[in-house]
């Protein structure tokens, strides 16, 4: 017999048990510890009912891999509100990498719980998905710290916080989810609890509300709760708890405003909790988090002040460089009443950040191709490592009092690491190839922590290399021919040879690569320049029309006879036009690759005098030439002005395009009409109404297209064109559902078809109510319980219970059609308050989809019972 099948056989006499001895299990989530690669040890929580006379002191746990044994129980609690809180613990070692989901199920579930169906023989299962990947690294469960124990209240918002913490410092989301039953299948027709408004969990901070119970009795919900790393899922568990809700005139107590904490490693915090009472009860405070519990300087939690209805706590924490990471701690406050009617809570919770203080006295010492950085180490000698950004140009960065690390916009990229905390020097030389010459280099330090958490980064500071290069300020296009074309290149001459050494005699070499970004060059001139003053040259006889050419100029120094390169040169290029035509206009793109920033592009035009006259200026490289007349010819140049924004090198650096012609045409489509789609839901047809492009984008729609498709995966198919310009409606008639979406298309009066409206989706129509009442009682008025349903309802699955949990009825009728009679013994059922779980069967978007409703009817059989409703 294989290990499940052992598993269910040992639940399968359990459930034999008699209710007395299996009603227990409230609450549980399984944690697990990383022991090595492949060994774990788990920790399963039970949360029961201490007056039950069920207790186990082990449990059986399916670990994923085909494998089951016996986890013992360790210890035991005794909580407030008949709560024990259970320890399990096991040793496994699973085969090799892959994902387990490691599974408990415990006969049984309390009974009379509302939302979940003849819970008294319903297997309790609780489960948490395991992830052993190399690639990840060692992993272990966040432990929830605030046991699932307090009460809810008819009408009070109820809030749990788990108190989640993750000791390896890894990002958590939070979900709502189904509970289980055996083998961690979904229950069965189980469904959430109603609320007079909401129930949802709060993805990022952990906060299950239920707001508000519109019943008394006992609930179940469960919170998945997931792992991850470096944006990566690594894991989840899962807690199932019961909430107890009862009826009371109390009202919880109210806390003060927390706020979220950032603070460097060092540093101490201190935060005044106060709450009231609105009864003028007595109130504690329950502080819960992984700071609490820390082994290296825990935080502190006092009450200073307590009177009826107010209390007042003070939280005291010393952080130090031991407690930097990524993720933030998050404290959860509990606040209790101690009202002699029941006693409820109120939670608030707040994030405190820990970071790492920057690196210090950072210093940048520059040479002719590259610059070395140098730091101090700072207090945290925990530090693994330090992270070198860099970027052109100074943006004067300061992190607000939250930032750690160096964000994205600031424009500054990650260009290396250090090995180690001691290792505190960098030498930037971009990467073997050198650095460019002309630009201000401006850098960043961050220190690195475990699990890659980076520090506040340290003051920015730049520096440009020394410049024992030609640093080229020109590359012009002086003439605009196939063949009898120019360039005018010209450079500044290289300083600080002195430095390098370089002393001369010196020789300068032009060279000339095809294209932008050309990288094939050759020598076009060479001379000896004793004082480096004759610093520009004329490149004539090559085809600028069709061609962009990129230059370097490379400075050699005579060396006891040998001519030696003093530094790698920079290179740059001319400006290329290239167009985009579009209707009546022509959009004109400079591509270029220059060392320099061009701050201002002017657009000029040819005349019909062989002139050019501004057209436009830009900041950028594209401008857009409108008014223009489809099919004609226009020609352009352009002229850039741009620096090195450095205050010893020219300010202003003016460089001309060659001349590029282009021509407009009309391939643009239109913009596409917005739609609106309504389903009438009485005549079975989807009304679609759009906008004409021609009142605000557009002047030459001519008609439209309209897509359709009913189902999601599917791609639109056309099912109308050619509808007139003017015309913006449009009626789809349907047979067997309204559900589909739509899109609609303008085309203009060149065939151009705009694209897809904003597509719409419509999936109503799907109505379906259930009375709450009905009257089996022969006088032929309401004696049949009777859907109000539509046309569009598949099948439904619909079964009634009593008060007891015992089935009374179900069909698969969409009208539903019941006569009041117990579906096995055909008698009339006592009069009174029946409980249904009904799934609804449509065809929608998505193919065939249940939508489930649960609720009571009330069954009236007296002959007056007419009169008594009304």
């Not at 210890?75 to 892959?98: C, D, M, Q, S």
């Not at 124990?149 to 390896?168: L, S, T, W, Y």
């Not at 594209?622 to 620096?643: A, E, H, M, Q, R």
Request: proline residues 6%; hydrophobic residues 35%; glycine residues 6%.
């Amino acid at each position: 017999m294989s290990v499940k099948k052992n598993i269910i056989a040992v639940l399968l006499a359990f459930l034999f048990l008699q209710a007395s001895y299996a009603t227990h299990n409230r609450a549980g989530e399984i944690t697990y510890r990383q022991i090595d690669a492949l060994s774990f040890e788990i920790t399963i929580w039970t949360y029961t009912y201490t007056l039950s006379i069920a207790d186990r002191d082990e449990l059986p746990v399916d670990w994923g891999d085909g494998t089951s044994s016996i986890a013992p129980r360790v210890n035991h609690i005794e909580l407030p509100n008949y709560y024990r809180k259970n320890k399990y613990v096991a040793i496994h070692t699973f085969p090799g990498p892959g994902v387990y989901k490691i599974v408990v199920q415990d006969p049984n579930r309390n009974f009379g719980v509302v939302n979940i169906p003849n819970s008294v023989n319903v297997v309790f299962s609780i489960q948490t998905t395991l992830m052993i990947n190399p690639e990840i690294g060692q992993n272990n469960t966040p432990l929830l710290l605030n046991p699932p124990f307090d009460k809810a209240a008819i009408g009070r918002k109820f809030v749990h916080n788990p108190a989640a913490f993750d000791e390896d410092g890894d990002s958590l989301s939070y979900s709502l989810t189904v509970c289980t039953r055996e083998d961690g299948l979904p229950i069965e027709n189980y469904s959430y609890p109603v609320a007079t408004d909401t129930l949802y969990v709060d993805a990022r901070t952990g906060d299950l509300v239920w707001d508000s119970p519109i019943d008394s009795g006992f609930y179940n919900v469960a919170m998945n709760i997931e792992e991850w790393r470096k944006g990566v899922k690594i894991g989840n568990l899962v807690r199932d708890m019961q909430i107890n809700v009862y009826n009371t005139d109390n009202n919880p107590p109210e806390t003060d405003s927390l706020s979220n904490y950032c603070v460097v490693a060092g540093d101490s915090i201190e935060m005044t909790i106060t709450s009231y009472d609105s009864e003028g009860d007595s109130i504690f405070h329950y502080p819960t988090g992984g700071i609490f519990f820390l082994d290296d300087s825990p935080a502190e939690f006092n009450t200073i002040s307590s009177v009826p209805g107010k209390t007042v706590s003070l939280m005291k924490w010393k952080t130090n460089c031991n407690h930097v990471r990524q993720q933030a701690y998050q404290v959860v406050i509990k606040a209790e009443d101690d009202n002699s009617d029941l006693s409820l809570v109120e939670i608030s919770n707040f994030n405190i950040k820990v970071l790492g203080p920057p690196p210090e006295n950072l210093e940048l010492a520059p040479g002719g191709t590259s610059i070395n950085l140098s730091w101090s180490p700072g207090e945290c000698s925990n530090v693994t490592a330090y992270r070198i950004y860099r970027r052109n140009g100074y943006i004067a960065y300061v992190p607000d009092s939250c930032q750690n690390g160096v964000p994205s916009f600031t424009g500054y990229e990650s260009i290396g690491e250090t090995a180690d905390y001691n290792d505190t020097t960098f030498i930037d030389n971009g990467g073997g190839s050198g650095l460019v010459q002309g630009i201000d280099y401006c850098y960043m330090v961050v220190a690195l922590y475990e699990g890659d958490c980076e520090s506040i980064p340290s003051d920015e500071e730049c520096s440009s290399l020394i410049q024992g290069v030609p640093l080229i300020t020109n590359v012009s296009v002086r003439n605009t021919d196939a063949v009898n074309g120019s360039v005018y290149l010209a450079w500044m001459k290289p300083r600080d040879l002195d430095t390098i050494p370089a002393n001369g005699p010196y020789q300068y070499r032009i060279y000339r690569a095809e294209g932008v970004w050309g990288t094939s060059f050759s020598m076009i001139h060479s001379y000896n320049s004793p004082d480096l003053l004759d610093t520009s040259f004329v490149d004539t006889l090559i085809n600028t029309l069709d061609l962009a050419y990129t230059y370097k100029v490379e400075l050699y120094n005579d060396n006891s006879g040998q001519w030696e390169l003093v530094a790698p040169p920079g290179s740059a290029s001319t400006v290329f036009l290239t167009f985009v035509p579009a209707d009546n206009k022509l959009e004109i793109r400079c591509r270029k690759n220059v060392p320099w920033v061009n701050t201002e592009y002017v657009f000029y035009r040819k005349n019909e005098m062989d002139g050019f006259d501004s057209v436009g200026v830009s900041v950028d490289t594209v401008f857009v030439d409108s008014g223009l007349i489809n099919g004609k010819t226009y020609c352009y140049i352009v002229k850039t002005t741009g620096s090195y924004h450095r205050h010893d090198l020219p300010a202003s650096l003016v460089n001309y395009s060659h001349e590029a012609c282009g021509i407009p045409e009309d391939n643009e489509p239109p913009c596409p009409p917005v739609l609106q789609v309504a389903s009438i839901c009485d005549s079975l047809y989807n009304s679609l109404v759009w906008t004409n492009p021609n009142n605000y984008c557009a002047d030459d729609v001519e008609s439209y297209k309209i897509y359709f498709i009913d189902e999601l995966d599917a791609d639109l198919i056309l099912i109308g064109s050619g509808i007139s310009a003017s015309d913006t409606t449009f009626r789809h008639y349907l047979n067997e559902s309204l559900a589909g979406c739509y899109a609609v298309t303008a085309i203009d009066s060149n065939a151009n078809e705009s694209s897809y409206s904003n597509i719409v989706c419509v999936d109503s129509c799907s109505y379906y109510e259930i009375p709450n009442v009905f009257t089996p009682n022969g006088d032929d008025k309401n004696d049949r319980l009777i859907a109000r349903t539509n046309p569009f309802v598949e099948k439904i699955d619909i079964k009634i219970y009593s008060r007891s949990g015992v089935l009374v009825f179900k069909t698969e009728d969409p009208a539903i059609n019941w006569d009041g009679y117990n579906i096995k013994t055909r008698k009339l059922v006592s009069p009174g308050v029946y409980y249904y779980m009904c799934d609804v069967y449509e065809r929608r978007l998505t193919g065939i989809e249940p939508r489930h409703y649960s609720g009571f009817v009330h069954v009236i059989t007296d002959k007056n019972a007419k009169k008594n409703i009304e």
